[in-house]
């Protein structure tokens, strides 16, 4: 996925954030590399992500022993 | 007893003595104290350092052992704790400009706990800001390795790692996420334990990765972290999500060999492309001690835990981020440049994708617990390479291949235990040709600490690697060589 630095600053000003020129190629780059990821990981799991409930794995969800 | 003996004693040892009344309290703080003093302007492993309290609270114990009211094995040990983790009076900065004054009217519970058990609080760690990794500036100094001071000492629980490798406290209590007490505890060549989530309380940590944040021991044996976990685990009414499981007697579990043991090294987690070559040697060498000690070792692939670096970044760092976005609004430029960059992205994932990578992390969590069912222990090295050059280290990111590199290869080995949410330990498991520590993981069922000890402590106990410590004075005089400008 590609995403612009004004795709980004778009997105950011949604949020209320102003973020400076020297940032906002980062921040873009990162972005675009974790939907990227989240792309893919949609291809491999998409049908197990369908039927699994998106709960927190925290106490009291552990198994028993 | 010489300078560094008496430092570099397990906090079992240094108790046992404090019990028998062969050393005090005081001279154990005073001693504590004395090495920081020297050596932490240079390691820097504390933002604040607590010498009157920390002496004080030595003469009341020391007061009280006389009196023969004996608290247990922690009674009149200095601990210290990631500067995450709030303290009634105290500095609590989260290693951040922002916080930089900041004065809780409150301790977290594992303070309370290890208090209550008789340690002594002497001082407030560095990390990166606000416990994420990859800061690139340290507001409150550069923390650095203790074997080797050009070199990280990893993140983010970094001076949690540093105090007890240097021998300037006798264990620390760390905040893990995705690896941030076990990444600290492999390249400071210490044990460090990332508990179940829900064995210890969260209260009083100021920290918003609500389904990841975990609090832990880092020690220089594990038979410290036990002690230390012993103290801090079980329910605590303040914080929702802590189990009222019933907590074990951790020591139990320690000096028993590994003889019918199931142990699986994870495929994806140990072996893939850019491990250095020395970590292979070693896990190879771990294995093999292992197997001698009655367990059999296999192999699994476990090909989806290389999501859940994505996965935890697309979710806990989106946690984390939306606690901070006024801030980010209002004083952007007081955020470390790697701190606000990263809390920005997070603070922009679309919801929708938010919610489908949670759903991602069950099916990641549900193929790890899986593998339990057939094995009572994962393992694999807990960094692909030792500590690398502060420099190198940073996560600066130009390009997708930085991305891919310094942000997401660099996680694999911890991440996947983060996400799954089940007890992992990392042990020294050896030292590179340049005299820096290595480190094996070994990760449990949720609430099986007492396996992940059982093992670790089987492993240290058949290799040498806990008994060599780091060479400060040698620290000192490279550090003054870097002063003068002759090396950089």
Redesign the interface.
């Known amino acids: 996925m590609n995403l612009t630095a004004q795709q ?1 600053r778009e ?2 000003h949604l ?6 020129e020297a ?1 906002l190629k ?2 873009a ?7 990227t ?2 792309e893919a ?2 291809r ?2 998409g049908p ?3 039927k ?9 969800q ?2 028993a ?1 | 007893m010489e300078d560094s003996e008496l430092a570099y004693l397990s906090a079992a040892e240094q108790g046992r003595l404090i019990r028998s009344r062969k050393l005090s309290p005081v001279e154990l703080v005073q001693h504590s104290l004395a090495r920081i003093e020297r050596y932490d302007p240079v390691l820097r492993a504390y933002i604040t350092v607590c010498a009157e309290a920390a002496l004080a609270a030595a003469r009341e114990a020391e007061t009280e052992i006389g009196r023969g009211r004996y608290r247990g094995p922690l009674h009149g040990l200095p601990f210290g704790v990631k500067d995450q983790l709030c303290t009634r009076g105290i500095k609590t900065t989260l290693g951040s400009r922002i916080f930089a004054d900041h004065i809780p009217d409150h301790d977290a519970t594992v303070i309370t706990r290890l208090r209550n058990a008789g340690a002594i609080l002497i001082g407030k760690e560095n990390l990166h800001e606000f416990g994420k990794g990859g800061t690139h500036v340290f507001y409150h100094g550069q923390p650095r390795n203790p074997w080797d001071i050009a070199r990280t000492p990893s993140s983010s629980s970094s001076g949690s790692g540093i105090a007890p490798a240097a021998g300037f406290s006798s264990g620390s209590i760390g905040e893990d996420t995705g690896g941030s007490i076990r990444g600290p505890a492999a390249a400071n060549g210490v044990v460090g334990l990332r508990p ?3 064995r210890v309380s969260r209260h009083g940590g100021l920290m918003y990765a ?2 990841a944040d975990t609090l832990g021991p880092l020690t220089r044996t594990v038979e410290d972290n036990a002690l230390f976990l012993q103290a801090i685990a079980g329910y605590d009414e303040r914080d929702p ?3 009222r499981r019933e907590v074990p007697a951790y020591g139990a579990a320690l000096g028993k060999d590994l003889k019918g043991m199931r142990l699986v090294v994870v495929r994806e987690m140990t072996w893939p492309d850019g491990v250095h070559p020395e970590v292979r040697a070693a896990m190879e060498s771990a294995i093999e001690v292992l197997r001698s000690l009655g367990a059999t070792v296999g192999e699994i692939s476990l090909p ?1 835990a290389k ?1 859940a670096i ?2 935890g ?2 979710t806990s760092d989106a946690d984390v981020a939306s606690m901070y ?1 006024p801030l ?2 209002s004083r ?1 430029a007081e955020f470390d ?1 790697g701190t ?3 809390m ?2 997070a ?3 679309p919801a929708a ?1 938010y ?12 193929q790890i ?1 899986a593998a339990f069912d057939r094995y009572d222990a994962l393992l694999c090295s807990t960094s692909l390479k030792p500590a690398g050059l502060i420099d190198e280290a940073r996560e600066v ?4 291949a930085d ?2 590199q310094r ?2 290869l660099r996680r694999i080995s911890t991440h996947p235990f983060g ?3 089940v007890p992992t330990l990392a042990v020294p498991a050896g030292f590179t040709q340049a005299g820096l520590p290595l480190s094996l993981q070994i990760a449990g ?3 099986a600490e007492a396996t992940v000890y059982r093992v670790g402590h089987a492993y240290e106990q058949a290799t040498p690697w806990h008994t060599r410590h780091p060479a400060l004075a040698e620290t000192t005089r490279a550090a003054r060589v870097i002063e003068n400008g002759v090396t950089s």
């Open positions: 980004a997105m950011a949020i209320g954030l102003d973020i400076p940032d980062v921040v780059l990162r972005l675009a590399s974790l939907l990821a989240m990981i949609e491999e799991l197990l992500m369908d699994t409930e998106p709960i927190p794995p925290v106490f009291p552990e198994p022993d | 179940t989530f829900g609500w389904t999500l802590t189990s989806w999501h994505p996965l970044m697309l976005v980010l609004r952007w440049a606000r960059s990263r920005a992205t603070a922009m994932v994708v919610s489908r990578a949670m759903r991602a992390r069950a099916v990641v969590r549900n617990l990111v130009r390009s997708a991305m891919a942000i997401i996400v799954a949410n069922k949720p609430f």
